[in-house]
């Protein structure tokens, strides 16, 4: 399976991209803004990994970005449990050459379409750290609505950040 967009193919991960994944991952710019759980340096065996872990969705929650088939960033939904079983997670990140170009907010308008159409899904949130306002555009310019600041709550290489919260509805 396949979303389509102008510039981007978003799809499943496939084992022959752990060598671009980790090319393209690999910088700390990107690790910078994203939970801890995202390796830097992003080794070949965490790329190796990643790819593994997602060969068998069912549906497919977690997309490779590729442009020519190659990956250029990853794109994800993470469901949660109890209230919130139909209010996933959005995380995304991109490859830095590939920044500025409209690539992200053509990824997420895709994947929100995709989750509204294809899965349970009534709402999507997405967290955002203080020092990062280019995912706050991202995520503006695809429709989300910035809902408030949650002071001091990520703690990211010694600091401790405010983050925003943004969310989508399905109606």
Same mark, same amino acid.
């Given at each position: 399976?396949?979303?389509?967009?102008?510039?981007?193919?978003?799809?499943?991960?496939?084992?022959?991209?752990?060598?671009?994944?980790?090319?393209?991952?690999?910088?700390?710019?990107?690790?910078?803004?994203?939970?801890?759980?995202?390796?830097?340096?992003?080794?070949?065996?965490?790329?190796?990994?990643?790819?593994?872990?997602?060969?068998?969705?069912?549906?497919?929650?977690?997309?490779?970005?590729?442009? +020519?088939? =190659? *990956? #250029?960033?990853?794109?994800?939904?993470? @469901?949660?449990?109890?209230?919130?079983?139909?209010?996933? /997670?959005?995380?995304?990140?991109?490859?830095?050459?590939?920044?500025?170009?409209?690539?992200?907010?053509?990824?997420?308008?895709?994947?929100?379409?995709?989750?509204?159409? +294809?899965? =349970? *899904? #009534?709402?999507?949130?997405?967290?955002? @750290?203080?020092?990062?306002?280019?995912?706050?555009?991202? /995520?503006?310019?695809?429709?989300?609505?910035?809902?408030?600041?949650?002071?001091?709550?990520?703690?990211?290489?010694?600091?401790?950040?405010?983050?925003?919260?943004?969310?989508?509805?399905?109606?």
């Amino acid at each position: 399976m396949q979303l389509q967009g102008p510039q981007i193919t978003l799809r499943n991960w496939k084992l022959t991209d752990a060598a671009a994944l980790q090319h393209n991952a690999d910088n700390p710019k990107i690790s910078t803004n994203l939970f801890d759980r995202f390796p830097s340096p992003y080794t070949i065996e965490a790329a190796e990994a990643w790819v593994e872990r997602w060969q068998d969705q069912d549906p497919i929650i977690n997309f490779a970005i590729t442009i +020519n088939d =190659e *990956v #250029i960033g990853g794109i994800g939904l993470e @469901f949660r449990q109890d209230v919130y079983r139909q209010t996933p /997670l959005m995380g995304y990140w991109l490859a830095e050459q590939h920044w500025g170009k409209g690539i992200m907010p053509e990824a997420v308008m895709l994947v929100v379409d995709y989750a509204f159409k +294809n899965l =349970e *899904v #009534i709402a999507i949130v997405a967290n955002v @750290f203080s020092k990062n306002p280019a995912s706050m555009r991202v /995520l503006e310019k695809s429709g989300f609505i910035k809902r408030g600041m949650i002071p001091q709550s990520a703690f990211k290489h010694g600091e401790i950040l405010d983050e925003y919260v943004f969310s989508i509805s399905k109606s």
